[in-house]
T-cell receptor
Framework: TQLLEQSPQFLSIQEGENLTVYCNSSSVFSSLQWYRQEPGEGPVLLVT?????EVKKLKRLTFQFGDARKDSSLHITAAQPGDTGLYLCAGPLTGANNLFFGTGTRLTVIP | GAGVSQSPSNKVTEKGKDVELRCDPISGHTALYWYRQRLGQGLEFLIYFQGNSAPDKSGLPSDRFSAERTGESVSTLTIQRTQQEDSAVYLCASSLYGDYEQYFGPGTRLTVT
């Protein structure tokens, strides 16, 4: 059983379209992070959300943390081919030293 | 400044051989993590080092896996008697103490034939 379930698992869209990726859990997280990983590279941190209900914007990317701190979403507006990659959510559980990573969403943006 | 570096970038080994993977964290980062990523999957936690404290080994899949870290610098992950199911990308990350924002290296792709 995965602590963090992401959906969809795969997403292929045309350039210019909007999309939303979801990260859900039955557990409460003190914070959640979103990473993007490109082939042959390690994940790169995009954002950390800490407060329930928090919304953060990073250019065309909007991140939201659920009120109960059990879920998060990533919305991309007007997707571009450079957005292509594996999107991972991750969070620490209380008392844990490590991050638990989600199952990942592989996004392909077609020019 | 320099990021997290890992070596080798690729390693092909025969089943049953031992391998050593190396990680150089960002200078000043006291926390260091090792993860495993199988093809098409998310990251699986292996081990965590924090300063001079005893490492958290709760994620190591078997006693064939071990890791060491010298102070707050280089770490090595050793896999003994490699098996085909060990084939994966091994990622290292570092962070400031108490800060969960981790910075990852490019990984070592291990292929066991």
């Amino acid at each position: 059983t995965q602590l963090l379930e992401q959906s969809p698992q795969f997403l292929s869209i045309q350039e210019g379209e909007n999309l939303t990726v979801y990260c859900n859990s039955s557990s409460v997280f003190s914070s959640l992070q979103w990473y993007r990983q490109e082939p042959g590279e390690g994940p790169v941190l995009l954002v950390t959300v800490v407060t329930g209900g928090e919304v953060k914007k990073l250019k065309r990317l909007t991140f939201q943390f659920g009120d109960a701190r059990k879920d998060s979403s990533l919305h991309i507006t007007a997707a571009q081919p450079g957005d292509t990659g594996l999107y991972l959510c991750a969070g620490p559980l209380t008392g844990a030293n490590n991050l638990f990573f989600g199952t990942g969403t592989r996004l392909t943006v077609i020019p | 400044g320099a990021g997290v570096s890992q070596s080798p970038s690729n390693k092909v080994t025969e089943k049953g051989k031992d391998v050593e993977l190396r990680c150089d964290p960002i200078s000043g980062h006291t926390a260091l993590y090792w993860y495993r990523q199988r093809l098409g999957q998310g990251l699986e936690f292996l081990i965590y080092f924090q300063g001079n404290s005893a490492p958290d080994k709760s994620g190591l899949p078997s006693d064939r896996f071990s890791a060491e870290r010298t102070g707050e610098s280089v770490s090595t992950l050793t896999i003994q008697r490699t098996q085909q199911e060990d084939s994966a990308v091994y990622l290292c990350a570092s962070s400031l103490y108490g800060d969960y924002e981790q910075y990852f290296g490019p990984g070592t792709r291990l292929t066991v034939t």
